[in-house]
């Protein structure tokens, strides 16, 4: 990644998703990716995060939410995915997965034309399940079987840890090695398609996702390669969507840890929070936590901290007549409130030195800028706003939501 590249900021992308069946028609100037594995492994999500949007259904349960093949697409993303049947944990759902992708596949070679050409495969693997057994590389091979060679590329969902990553990857070549059938593996790539909290203070950002995208359209035919757009707009764009993932769960983390008995303008537990938000955010942007980076997320922190900027938004809260509030639910958006704008100024700030046109060194730079953000929250309106919501003020991603929504239309 080259983080000097001069890059302009990216416009939503809309996402298109039809369901496959014989004859459906695709443009032949994009490369179709196959993506299989278990139910529950990820692959909606991995999808959503990829597409840049909410699209491919996601749940929780023993059973999975794709039930048909469906083709997904992004104007900005020169290759399609194709989200199979999740294999089910038993006898009756492995069949029904590899006869659906079969059934397809069939369907494919027998319509022919480059159009319908599988140019890839992602086998998505569960990163948290430790293992990973050779009858799940068998379902693979048996579903696949008419694309022999077509490239392979391992994608280790779920892989929240840089030990569980190098366990993952020994683990997925292992399970490759002892196979008799010959597979076209090609790349083992751990993924973190969403943010997840660790604890209250650590997150696991989503991260691998441009690295994915990336080896895709490398091993995409010479073809769909020139045909490709600027791929430094789609990694900027997916860098952003991500960051704002990570500003939306610490908001939410806030709005809960803030809702304490305790004046908020006194109370430090936000700090740890909002380190491990400005650290997950520089991690999307693909920038570890060395000395430089260090002091230019310390510095964001100081203008930052919950006694200095929480004093100043209760000062105008106190100025707004009438106002009825549980002291919990105030401090719950107080502290979401600051986590929020913290987020979004860190976003801009790495942004900015991503795209090169500031470096961590500008620390004057970024600390005034976080200050005006901080002192542009006019938590007067937001409050009335937020009371004159039909929805409930009790809960902490209700909260966050609201703060995020009303914090965008204030741009």
Same mark, same amino acid.
């Given at each position: 990644?080259?983080?000097?590249?001069?890059?302009?900021?990216?416009?939503?992308?809309?996402?298109?998703?039809?369901?496959?069946?014989?004859?459906?028609?695709?443009?032949? +100037?994009?490369?179709?990716?196959?993506?299989?594995?278990?139910?529950?492994?990820?692959?909606?999500?991995?999808? /959503?995060?990829?597409?840049?949007?909410?699209?491919?259904?996601?749940?929780?349960?023993?059973?999975?939410?794709?039930?048909?093949?469906?083709?997904?697409?992004?104007?900005?993303?020169?290759?399609?995915?194709?989200?199979?049947?999740? =294999?089910?944990?038993?006898?009756?759902?492995?069949?029904?997965?590899?006869?659906?992708?079969?059934?397809?596949?069939?369907?494919?070679?027998?319509?022919?034309?480059?159009?319908?050409?599988?140019?890839?495969?992602?086998?998505?693997?569960?990163?948290?399940?430790?293992?990973? =057994?050779?009858?799940? %590389?068998?379902?693979?091979?048996?579903?696949?079987?008419?694309?022999?060679?077509?490239?392979?590329?391992?994608?280790?969902?779920?892989?929240?840890?840089?030990?569980?990553?190098?366990?993952?990857?020994?683990?997925?070549?292992? @399970?490759? @090695?002892?196979?008799?059938?010959?597979?076209?593996?090609?790349?083992?790539?751990?993924?973190?398609?969403?943010?997840?909290?660790?604890?209250?203070?650590?997150?696991?950002?989503?991260?691998?996702?441009?690295?994915?995208?990336?080896?895709?359209?490398?091993?995409?035919?010479?073809?769909?390669?020139?045909?490709?757009?600027?791929?430094?707009?789609?990694?900027?764009?997916?860098?952003?969507?991500?960051?704002?993932?990570?500003?939306?769960?610490?908001?939410?983390?806030?709005?809960?840890?803030?809702?304490?008995?305790?004046?908020?303008? +006194?109370?430090?537990?936000?700090?740890?929070?909002?380190?491990?938000?400005? /650290?997950?955010?520089?991690?999307?942007?693909?920038?570890?936590?060395?000395?430089?980076?260090?002091?230019?997320?310390? &510095?964001?922190?100081?203008?930052?901290?919950? &006694?200095?900027?929480?004093?100043?938004?209760?000062?105008? %809260?106190?100025?707004?007549?009438?106002?009825?509030?549980?002291?919990?639910?105030?401090?719950?958006?107080?502290?979401?409130?600051?986590?929020?704008?913290?987020?979004?100024?860190?976003?801009?700030?790495?942004?900015?030195?991503?795209?090169?046109?500031?470096?961590?060194?500008?620390?004057?730079?970024?600390?005034?800028?976080?200050?005006?953000?901080?002192?542009?929250?006019?938590?007067?309106?937001?409050?009335?706003?937020?009371?004159?919501?039909?929805?409930?003020?009790? +809960?902490?991603?209700?909260? @966050?939501?609201? %703060?995020?929504?009303?914090?965008?239309?204030?741009?």
């Amino acid at each position: 990644m080259n983080h000097n590249e001069q890059m302009q900021p990216a416009e939503p992308i809309e996402a298109d998703v039809v369901s496959v069946s014989e004859g459906t028609v695709i443009e032949p +100037d994009k490369g179709n990716v196959l993506v299989i594995g278990n139910s529950g492994v990820g692959k909606s999500t991995l999808i /959503n995060t990829l597409l840049g949007e909410h699209r491919a259904e996601t749940s929780w349960g023993t059973e999975g939410t794709t039930k048909e093949l469906k083709i997904y697409e992004s104007d900005d993303v020169p290759f399609r995915v194709i989200d199979t049947v999740g =294999f089910e944990p038993t006898l009756l759902g492995e069949h029904r997965a590899i006869g659906a992708v079969k059934k397809w596949s069939k369907e494919t070679l027998k319509a022919g034309g480059r159009e319908r050409q599988i140019n890839m495969i992602w086998f998505c693997v569960d990163g948290t399940s430790r293992k990973l =057994f050779p009858k799940t %590389i068998q379902n693979l091979t048996r579903a696949t079987s008419m694309w022999k060679s077509v490239p392979i590329v391992v994608v280790i969902t779920k892989s929240y840890s840089t030990p569980d990553r190098e366990e993952n990857i020994r683990m997925v070549n292992q @399970a490759f @090695a002892g196979q008799k059938r010959s597979c076209n593996l090609q790349a083992v790539i751990p993924v973190v398609a969403e943010t997840y909290m660790l604890n209250e203070s650590a997150y696991a950002p989503p991260e691998g996702i441009t690295e994915l995208i990336d080896k895709t359209v490398a091993l995409m035919p010479e073809g769909i390669q020139a045909a490709a757009h600027d791929m430094s707009q789609v990694r900027l764009s997916r860098c952003r969507i991500m960051a704002h993932g990570v500003v939306g769960t610490a908001t939410a983390a806030a709005a809960t840890v803030g809702a304490v008995p305790i004046p908020i303008a +006194d109370a430090m537990l936000l700090a740890p929070l909002e380190a491990g938000e400005l /650290n997950a955010i520089a991690m999307v942007y693909g920038y570890r936590k060395d000395e430089r980076s260090k002091v230019f997320q310390e &510095s964001i922190i100081k203008v930052g901290t919950i &006694s200095a900027a929480a004093k100043a938004i209760i000062s105008a %809260i106190k100025a707004i007549p009438g106002l009825n509030i549980a002291a919990s639910t105030l401090n719950a958006v107080i502290a979401g409130t600051i986590a929020a704008a913290i987020g979004e100024a860190t976003i801009y700030a790495y942004e900015q030195v991503y795209l090169g046109k500031k470096s961590f060194e500008d620390i004057e730079w970024v600390q005034q800028m976080v200050s005006e953000k901080l002192a542009g929250l006019n938590v007067g309106e937001l409050i009335p706003q937020l009371l004159g919501s039909t929805e409930s003020l009790t +809960d902490a991603k209700t909260i @966050a939501k609201l %703060i995020l929504k009303l914090l965008k239309n204030k741009k």
